[in-house]
């Protein structure tokens, strides 16, 4: 009895995934510290801080999804439209961080009663701010770039039945700002460029909704 050999054209059962080329990932870190001075150059205006960080981050939807990065072109045409509403941003986002700014060098120095556990607590709602705000920048970029009050409302919304998701996108700012620090301001814009793309990793593991039966 011969035996009968078995078909050379079966389907493994499970694929070895395709690992990842050290260029690669040399290319995409290098993406990212070149997103990151983009955005530092864009915003060299002060106010057009909030319409660079939501190019940046439309360009980054768009490399998640198509999985290649947006023309020069789409970027411009974003940043334009981003503008009018972006810069009324700027100035609310600013504003805000000094007040938080200024509220956190009193508590430290002593010229505001409260000591430890007021400079903590102060400390915790400035890490859960900035990890709103980044979430925010997430979901604009998911619009393209615009639509700054609908998508604050939206993670208002989420981020309360998500903490552990707010939780995180606030250590990954908090990160951010405390090595933004410590290290040399050239590198600052890299930091910033690494840490929205962690934050876009981060909500890109958000559940998709059920479609409506109705």
Do not use: K, N
């Not at 011969?2 to 070895?16: C, E, I, K, S």
């Not at 060299?44 to 072109?73: E, F």
């Amino acid at each position: 009895m011969t035996a009968v050999p078995a078909p050379t054209d079966a389907v493994p059962a499970h694929p070895v995934p395709a690992r990842a080329d050290w260029r690669d990932t040399l290319r995409e870190a290098t993406d990212l510290a070149l997103l990151g001075f983009a955005v530092a150059l864009a915003a060299l205006p002060v106010l057009t801080l909030a319409p660079a960080l939501a190019t940046a981050s439309a360009a980054l939807h768009d490399r998640s999804v198509t999985g290649a990065w947006p023309g020069a072109r789409t970027s411009l045409r974003r940043f334009g439209r981003a503008l009018p509403a972006g810069s009324a941003v700027s100035a609310v986002a600013l504003a805000a961080a000094a007040l938080l700014a200024a509220d956190l060098l009193a508590l430290a120095t002593g010229r505001v009663p409260g000591g430890g556990p007021a400079l903590a607590l102060t400390a915790v709602v400035v890490a859960l701010l900035l990890g709103y705000a980044g979430l925010v920048a997430v979901a604009v970029g998911r619009t393209g770039g615009r639509g700054w009050r609908a998508a604050t409302r939206e993670v208002a919304r989420t981020c309360p039945q998500r903490p552990g998701t707010w939780a995180a996108a606030s250590g990954i700012c908090a990160l951010a700002v405390a090595l933004g620090v410590l290290v040399t301001p050239v590198a600052v814009p890299i930091l910033g460029g690494y840490a929205l793309a962690a934050l876009h990793a981060l909500d890109a593991r958000r559940p998709v909704p059920a479609p409506d039966p109705s």
